[in-house]
């Protein structure tokens, strides 16, 4: 069998969620789908949980991994004894992340990529059982964190994926990737604007589409990305209508003075998972004794109980209710019930939209970085396509429908899109113009 006809594989490795697409090069791609419970899903939790299972003398005596919605189910079962891990994409680029201590071994990020990636197989049931030798790994235009290494992430992935057993690794931009699984619904030459918005970043893609000779041919004209997405969106909502009433903004007393809560208890929000690491935190120590000095002890009081009490992942789906809420109504309720805390307030669209302003603006500024290295105004764009969860944000909508109009943009496959054509890339003949490998 020739590399021509040989099956490809497509991870779209994301930040909150992990899709894998295969295409044997004779039709569109395949999901690969995870059976949980009565259903089957394919967009699968970008998570790892950890648990120490101990024996009769308490020592531990078996480490247990599990991935996806099982660390999940692992974590919400037991948060005290278990250590979740997600959104770790957001360090593959990131040169301060060296290493994570879990139940007492050293991780570096590509031993957790790579823990992930074998539990992600095992639970695909045969599905991953034959890997080919060539996989097309997503990737970001712009990696997340304040000053990305981008060679840094590409060498950690190969690490990663070379302990699956693949041979053949390669790297496309992952709204690229979405493009591709839009070209298929084109009947005439078109140039294409593809706005992929991930958890941790947005990226996006211009790319000429054309038929020649009954094949769809296709030339990348320019990129751009910003590293600010869904998550980023999710923080806004928690530091606005969450924090303030855990004593974010309130004072306590010190001497004969009042000064505010430290400011950094509230910056751990930014993803639930890492709550249990605050907890953990010398910081506890002095969260714990302000309830003492507090001019508002009860908000105090509700913030130790959101630690101690891991309420965090319960509180992360009260966030992802209001956005949702949001996208199709002008005004919607937040409501957080957990143990003895009980956070509730009406929010406004537009005071949603308020708060995630600077996120807008700068996707608003890579869209028009996107444009300007292609050369291209917005008249020269046939079609526009939408992919990802916020894209479904009436704001992000709006910053195209300003530009584009509404007849040009279609969205479709949020979930889907990338893997699948991540898989098809994997055809092409000339895989240097749509991929790259890590760095020598």
């Given at each position: ?175 690229v990737g979405a493009a591709f699984f839009f070209a298929r619904q084109l009947k005439e030459d078109a140039t294409v604007l593809v706005a992929d918005f991930g958890g941790g970043t947005s990226d996006f893609s211009i790319v000429r589409f054309e038929r020649q ?217 000339d895989l240097d113009l749509w991929s790259e490998r890590a760095p020598g």
């Amino acid at each position: 069998m020739t590399s021509a006809v040989q099956p490809t594989i497509g991870i779209d490795f994301g930040t909150t969620n992990t899709v894998v697409a295969i295409a044997d090069g004779q039709g569109p791609a395949r999901l690969v789908r995870f059976p949980v419970g009565d259903k089957d899903i394919f967009a699968f939790r970008s998570a790892l949980s950890f648990h120490s299972m101990a024996g009769p003398d308490g020592r531990p005596t078996e480490r247990v991994i599990e991935a996806g919605p099982w660390a999940i189910e692992a974590y919400v079962e037991d948060p005290l004894e278990t250590r979740f891990v997600q959104s770790f994409k957001t360090f593959a680029a990131s040169a301060a992340f060296t290493e994570t201590k879990i139940l007492d071994k050293r991780y570096q990020f590509e031993d957790l990529l790579a823990a992930f990636l074998f539990k992600l197989r095992d639970h695909a049931q045969g599905q991953m059982a034959d890997l080919p030798p060539r996989v097309i790994v997503g990737r970001p235009v712009t990696f997340a964190g304040g000053n990305p290494d981008e060679a840094l992430a590409l060498k950690r992935y190969e690490a990663a994926f070379e302990r699956l057993g693949f041979t053949d690794i390669r790297y496309a931009h992952e709204p690229v990737g979405a493009a591709f699984f839009f070209a298929r619904q084109l009947k005439e030459d078109a140039t294409v604007l593809v706005a992929d918005f991930g958890g941790g970043t947005s990226d996006f893609s211009i790319v000429r589409f054309e038929r020649q000779g009954g094949q769809l041919r296709s030339v990348p004209l320019a990129r751009s990305g910003v590293g600010v997405a869904g998550d980023a969106f999710d923080y806004r909502i928690i530091d606005n209508v969450v924090s303030p009433e855990l004593g974010k903004g309130s004072l306590y007393k010190a001497m004969s003075s009042r000064l505010p809560i430290p400011q950094r208890y509230y910056t751990a929000f930014a993803r639930w998972d890492q709550l249990a690491m605050l907890r953990a935190s010398k910081d506890m120590r002095d969260i714990r004794a302000l309830e003492r000095t507090a001019v508002e002890p009860e908000k105090i009081a509700r913030l130790i109980e959101v630690l101690d009490d891991n309420h965090g992942y319960a509180l992360y789906r009260s966030v992802s209710s209001l956005k949702e809420a949001l996208s199709g109504k002008e005004e919607a309720r937040f409501s957080f019930r957990a143990g003895s805390v009980v956070i509730e307030r009406d929010v406004a669209r537009t005071e949603f939209e308020s708060w995630i302003a600077p996120e807008l603006k700068a996707i608003e500024t890579a869209v028009d970085q996107a444009l300007e290295r292609s050369g291209l105004t917005a008249g020269g764009v046939d079609r526009v396509f939408l992919t990802g969860g916020s894209s479904f944000v009436p704001a992000v909508r709006e910053i195209f429908l300003r530009r584009f109009g509404a007849e040009r943009i279609e969205s479709g496959g949020e979930f889907e899109s990338i893997a699948s054509g991540l898989a098809l890339i994997g055809h092409e003949n000339d895989l240097d113009l749509w991929s790259e490998r890590a760095p020598g």
